[in-house]
């Protein structure tokens, strides 16, 4: 399913002719058609990297296997933009350069939303696995779409279950400042205050920081019980498990960010009663089944 402003349409598996790239002339040229795979292969968020290359590498061995796609082979090629949008628009020009077709990426909307621009005026399609903020379609042209909820679909979620299910509560509502933690808790932040309550903190981190005592205990000060976090599952991870040790007897939600085994590993038992939005799992699909098993006879679990 592929959405676009609030839309959605069934594609094909590779859909360089329906959605704008002219398939006459692809079918035309010769040698493979050349895709991309970027995301974040380092940083805090490069077990998400890993996860996108393992998938895409496997969908293009599978295309090849049938004879390709409009007569042609694929070619794949990994980028990394480490979640940076300077990086990222770095990594959209070399794409470009190298007359890519179509670009499964990026995985942060931060990186996402400027490397559109890019693809749009080099005429590359885009097809983001993981960027939320409604910013990257609304505001996008031709080429941007995703294959996920939006931050105002889980923020409408988690503001109303919150205010539903912890009133009384003092909650704060927290973000890493960027693209998609910021809009995420934007989001839950007006859903919380359309059902009437107000948090009682709302404020930004420093991601890629170790140590969030500090914050921790301006939370502890105020005796909040419930803590919202817009942001990815590193940060999260560690402030949970820092508010725990400060004897913080809070509940944590968050947004699909966080639904990742890497959450678990950072937080051990301080992560168990944490909340998150997310969609269905598709391993449990019965049409994924054949690739899911695939995947787990090299034991890998795809977990993204």
């Known amino acids: 399913m592929l959405t676009r402003r609030g839309l959605i349409a069934t594609t094909a598996a590779v859909p360089l002719a329906s959605l704008g790239v002219s398939g006459a002339a692809y079918a035309q040229g010769s040698g493979p058609i050349r ?97 939320t903020n409604p910013r990257y379609t609304d505001d996008g042209a031709w080429n941007t779409f995703r294959v996920c909820g939006r931050d105002d679909q889980q923020g409408l979620i988690a503001g109303t279950y919150i205010a539903k299910n912890f009133a009384g509560k003092k909650v704060a509502i927290l973000h890493d400042n960027q693209s998609y933690g910021k809009g995420l808790a934007d989001e839950t932040k007006k859903a919380l205050n359309a059902n009437g309550v107000t948090e009682t903190i709302y404020a930004a981190y420093t991601p890629g920081e170790r140590d969030y ?23 999260a991870g560690l402030i949970l498990r820092q508010a725990k040790e400060q004897g913080m007897a809070v509940t944590m939600i968050g947004g699909d960010a966080l639904v990742t085994k890497d959450f678990w590993q950072i937080t051990g038992a301080a992560g168990e009663g944490a909340l998150m939005t997310f969609s269905a799992d598709p391993r449990k699909r019965p049409t994924a089944a054949a690739v899911v098993a695939s995947f787990k006879a090299k034991n890998i679990d795809p977990e993204g």
């Open 213 to 235: 005592n500090a914050l921790v205990s301006r939370l502890k000060g105020a005796a909040i019980e419930v803590m919202y976090i817009g942001g990815y599952y590193t940060e």
């Open 35 to 131: 895709l991309a795979c970027a995301g974040p292969m380092t940083g805090s968020n490069a077990s998400a990297g890993d996860q996108m290359r393992i998938g895409a590498q496997q969908v293009v061995a599978d295309l090849n296997a049938k004879g390709g796609v409009l007569g042609r082979q694929l070619a794949l090629e990994i980028a990394d933009d480490a979640c940076d949008p300077r990086q990222a628009v770095s990594v959209a020009n070399q794409l470009a350069g190298r007359k890519v077709a179509m670009v499964a990426g990026h995985y942060c909307s931060g990186s996402s939303i400027p490397a559109s621009k890019v693809y749009a005026e080099e005429g590359v399609l885009q097809i983001s696995p993981a960027s």
